[in-house]
């Protein structure tokens, strides 16, 4: 595989290699990749994707060029195009590219003008493949399973590309069904809402927080209102509190469910939660480094 670009890439065979090799990764630090370099080349803002992807090449004992803001203060702002900055940086200056950047399809172009692999790091609201891969890598750590699952999906399910890709992965599974819960006019697009029943996935549709609890899901996957991909401040307005998870909606949750969120969280889940053990994101977030030194091993040292 030269590029990861899409969680429609990957089959169960792949996903357990994945799984095995960032189980070998946790804790690693490891001269694997000496003096090879990887680009992060960012034009939109990331705390955890990229640092723990650059945390995950210095583990490996490789270096690291950071450009964070890249539509800032890069070429972009001049107007050079991503496939030419890409033709650049990939002639010689990189081993791999993770890229960012706010355009749907733009990290597939990204991937047609470079020589060497590129990593998808979010493409707008189109997906977020290696999220979606910690992700699946957490459900395997916390409940020993892919398989008999119902992931109950919450808040911004039209902007938020995460949700995109993990329910990519998560029909790999057997008996998986996903529930789909957002405020009415975020909710999931029909291309992926089809595509879920097309599997035989879909579970129940609502637009009440209260109610997909009700539903007992195994896991209650929460996400942010996307306010940079949101048409006004209005729109905005109206929605950015319409998926609140409290302390006091964890009675309806069962006692095995596992909370998850890609964060950065903003308001959709009380910090009072953190403390019970059913709050699973900052482990989630943690299965971020394993999963991408594991990454970089397949890449860059054929699985080694
Ligand atoms: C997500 C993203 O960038 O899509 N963040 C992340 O990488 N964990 C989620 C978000 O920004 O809401």
């Excluded at 459900?139 to 119902?150: A, F, M, Q, S, V």
């Excluded at 943690?286 to 040292?301: E, F, K, Q, S, Y």
Aim: overall charge negative.
């Amino acid at each position: 595989m030269q590029h990861i670009i899409s969680a429609k890439q990957f089959n169960k065979e792949w996903l357990e290699r994945l799984y095995a090799l960032a189980k070998d990764s946790e804790g690693l630090n490891a001269s694997y990749i000496g003096g090879r370099i990887m680009i992060t080349l960012f034009y939109e803002a990331s705390t955890r994707t990229r640092i723990l992807f650059e945390a995950a090449m210095l583990r490996l004992g490789g270096r690291v060029i950071s450009t964070e803001n890249a539509g800032e203060f890069s070429s972009a702002i001049k107007g050079e195009s991503i496939e030419d900055t890409m033709r650049v940086l990939s002639g010689g200056a990189a081993d791999v590219i993770v890229f960012r950047h706010p355009e749907e399809g733009s990290a597939e172009r990204a991937a047609a003008a470079s020589d060497v692999p590129v990593i998808n790091a979010g493409d707008g609201i189109g997906e977020h493949p290696t999220q979606a891969l910690l992700d699946m890598y957490t459900l395997k750590k916390e409940l020993g399973r892919t398989d008999n699952l119902h992931v109950c999906v919450a808040g911004d399910l039209l902007n938020g590309r995460t949700v995109h890709s993990l329910i990519e992965l998560l029909p790999l599974g057997e008996n998986v069904s996903i529930s789909l819960a957002s405020p009415e006019v975020l909710a999931l697009p029909d291309k992926y809402r089809d595509k879920l029943v097309e599997k035989d996935v879909l579970g129940d549709e609502t637009f009440c927080l209260e109610d997909a609890l009700r539903l007992k899901p195994d896991v209650l996957y929460m996400t942010r209102v996307q306010k940079e991909r949101m048409g006004s401040q209005a729109l905005y307005d109206e929605v950015k509190d319409a998926f609140v998870f409290d302390e006091a909606m964890l009675s309806l949750l069962g006692s095995g469910t596992r909370i998850m969120h890609p964060l950065p969280r903003v308001n959709e889940i009380d910090p009072k939660v953190d403390s019970d053990p059913r709050a699973t994101y900052i482990r989630q977030a943690h299965n971020g480094l394993p999963v991408r030194i594991a990454l970089l091993r397949m890449l860059l040292t054929s699985g080694k």
